[in-house]
Each structure stands twice: as structure tokens, then as C-alpha cells.
């Protein structure tokens, strides 16, 4: 039976976490920053020593192939990202990068020889750090997102997404980084939940069956400010009063559909000029809108629409509301979900269907392959912070289950 190598996994994992902008524990990599790079090196040297053919495309999404013994059928796909948000952990990703490197040397080492070529992708700037967009290379790579990003994202600095990636020796037309429905026979992503139910409910194995995508807003409220002492209170039109209105419309919109799967968020909420003895002029407000049912999501955000228009004309404030994003979220290849389950059975591991409220690469993967996603446990829910952890014992597992998957999926 194929086994993944604790020691030797644990050790890289700690290795990558080392590479970090920030000081342990915290892990912070910004995509093409120099601790990026390094890190990127890195993935490259362990790819190399397991015998992967490497190559880059023009946003720096690399990828490590195994050939099969069929060069003419699709390949069957794994992977992850690298890159952490600053103050993040060592597991957010990482476990599906270097745990698919562990995947491919263990059943490297079982004898196995795949029909299907098995590709390991490390995706460039999953997280939205730099440049404001989340799943930045698998956008690109399916199509979600065109080439004319390369002149239009820029990062705080004010730099454009082309002048950074070249910056870092990533060049190349950006239209040549998109691939074709079909590329791919199946991705796996192997990640830890993010979430507290593996952990709570004691099981090591979690089969993701939909990935709920969100729509972002950005809302800029502008009303009327003064002292605070000497405007009255019916002559108010209050910019943050308007904004909170409309943080608890997205709410009260979310709980009406009778989904558990419906969340809104408002986490963001900026307020000018800050102080105490004077009434808001101006509020900015983020709302992040998701579901795995996007007819649903899309409902929540024609109610929040239809209530910002009663609240600018109840409280006379003037209110612009930005789409910024609405993805559609994505249900997983039933194939890709039975390799899991079988994988699973064939090793004794306790295993639950879930849906996955994070989004990752595998939601735009999804455009261009059947995916599926496979959750290991990560202590007390946490992530994208310090203390974020996945045990040995459940990275080991999650590593052998995508393996055997792997194997099954190769084979077909």
C-alpha cells in the first residue's frame, strides 16, 4: 500500500514555511515578491528531484508533469498555491502543493506507472493581496479573466500586473496563459477546511461536492456632515447610519432564502471624517455576497439593491454601488468525487460530503476541467493566521487518499 513519508513531507512544510516576509510563525508571501520567488524555487528543486518535467507560463502558474504512458490523452491535474496573505499560516495551500509532491513520489515509489499524465500546477496569487483579485493564474488560465488585466490590475504601489510579473521574469503575451475546455480529464485539489467540521465531528476525510462562489460590492454612501452637537436629528442625513442600514438589509436578505449556504458579509466599513464629535460625511462599504446556488446569491443581490434605493431616499444620501466580482460557483465532476470516495473506502478513512464555502483555484478550474476538492482537518477552524495547523497524521492521509485518487483517475 502506498505511504507518504511524515518526516520527509513535514520537514518541507517547515522548510517553505521559513520563506516568509514575516517572523515565525507567522508566514506572509506576497505573489512575485523575493520571498515568492524563493519559494517558488524551492517547489521547483523538490519537482526536479522527483523527476517532473517543469515549464512557466506568462503569469508564473508552473507546472510539474509526470508523463503517462499515453502522451496523446488529457492529463489528470493536482495543486495548490504558495502564496499567504500577510500574518498567514504554513498549511493554507501549501499542503496541496507540496503534500502533490508527496502524492507523485509515493506512488512513484509503489511501482505505479500512470496512463494519464499527472500534472502538479502551483497557481500564481490565489490570494487578492497585491493586485485586488483572488485565484489571479487560475482566472487567467480558464478565461475568467482576459489579457487586458495585465495593464489594468495594478498593486498599492501603483505597478501593473505586466510590469511586475516581467519584473519577475515571467513574460509573454498574457492570452497564452488561457487553456482549453478539456485540458485537463480531472483536478484535484487537496487543502486543509478552513473550517471547524472535519475536526468537530472527529472525521479525517472531507469530499468536497460544490464550491460556493461570491459577488463582491463596493458601496460609497455620501451624505451631510456637521458638528455633531448642533445638527439635529431630523435634519440628519447620516453617510455611516445609511451604510449600516445596508450592512443589515445584506443580512436580513441572506437569512430570507431559508439556506444554510447563503452568507452575506460586511467587512469592510470606512468612515469620513472618523471623529467623534462629527456626523459621517462619506462611508465606504465592502459586502461580500456567496452561495453555492448562484441563482440564490444573485437574489440577495437584487434585495440589497432594492433596499439601498429605499435608504438613499429615506435618509437623502447619495449612494454608488461597484460590482466588483460575481462568480459562478461550481459543482464537482461526479467522477472525480467517486476516485475520492474509493480512495477513501480503500484506506478505512472516516469521510463526509461537504460543500466548500472558501473559494479556490479549483472554482475556476472547474471551467476547463471536472474537479474535485479533498479537505483535511485544520485545528479549531483557524486559518490565514499564525496558529493555523494540520496535523502530521491528517496531512499524511489527506496526501495518500489524493494518491490513490491520482492513481485511479490516471488509469482510466
Known sequence: MLT?????????????????EAAAPAVTRIVFSACDLRARAYFKELAH?????????????????????????????T??????????????????????????????????????????????????TRFGIGCL????????????????????????????????????????????????????????????????????IGIVTAIAAPASLRITIDGEGGHAGAVL??????????????????????????????????????VFPGAVNSIPSRASLMLDIRDIDGMRRDSVLRSVDASIAGIAARRGVRIATELI????????????????????????????????RAYHDSLFMARIAPVAMLFIPCRGGYSHRPDEFASSQHIAQGVEVLAEALRRLSSA
Request: net charge negative.
Open 79 to 128: 495543486g495548490s498555491h504558495i502564496d499567504a496573505i500577510p500574518n498567514a499560516g504554513a498549511y493554507d495551500g501549501t499542503v496541496g502543493v507540496l503534500g502533490g509532491i508527496e502524492a507523485i513520489r509515493a506512488l512513484q515509489a509503489d511501482g505505479f506507472v500512470p496512463r494519464r499524465a499527472i500534472e502538479l500546477i502551483l497557481f500564481t496569487s490565489e490570494e487578492p
Open 137 to 204: 493564474g487560475s482566472r487567467l488560465m480558464s478565461g475568467s479573466l482576459d489579457a487586458s488585466s495585465g495593464s489594468r490590475l495594478r498593486d498599492q504601489a501603483g505597478s501593473t500586473l505586466d510590469e511586475v510579473r516581467s519584473a519577475a521574469g515571467f513574460t509573454g503575451p498574457l492570452e497564452t496563459v488561457r487553456m482549453a475546455a478539456g485540458a485537463y480529464s480531472a483536478f484535484v485539489e487537496l487543502h486543509i477546511e478552513q473550517g471547524p467540521l472535519l475536526e468537530r465531528e472527529e472525521i479525517p
Open 233 to 270: 436629528m431630523p435634519q440628519r442625513h447620516d453617510a455611516f447610519l445609511a451604510a449600516a442600514e445596508i450592512a443589515l438589509a445584506a443580512e436580513a436578505a441572506a437569512k430570507a432564502t431559508g439556506a444554510i449556504d447563503t452568507v452575506a458579509t460586511a467587512g469592510v466599513c470606512e
Open 49 to 77: 528531484s522527483a523527476g517532473l518535467a517543469l515549464r512557466e507560463d506568462a503569469v508564473g502558474n508552473t507546472f510539474a508533469r509526470w508523463p503517462g504512458s499515453e502522451p496523446g490523452l488529457s492529463a489528470v491535474a
Open 325 to 356: 466580482n460575481a462568480d459562478d460557483p461550481a459543482s464537482c465532476g461526479p467522477a472525480a468525487i467517486e476516485a475520492l470516495r474509493e480512495a477513501a473506502l480503500s484506506r478505512n478513512l472516516l469521510h463526509r460530503e461537504m460543500v466548500s
Open 4 to 20: 507518504a513519508n511524515r518526516a520527509r513531507l513535514d520537514g518541507e512544510i517547515a522548510t517553505l514555511a521559513a520563506i516568509s
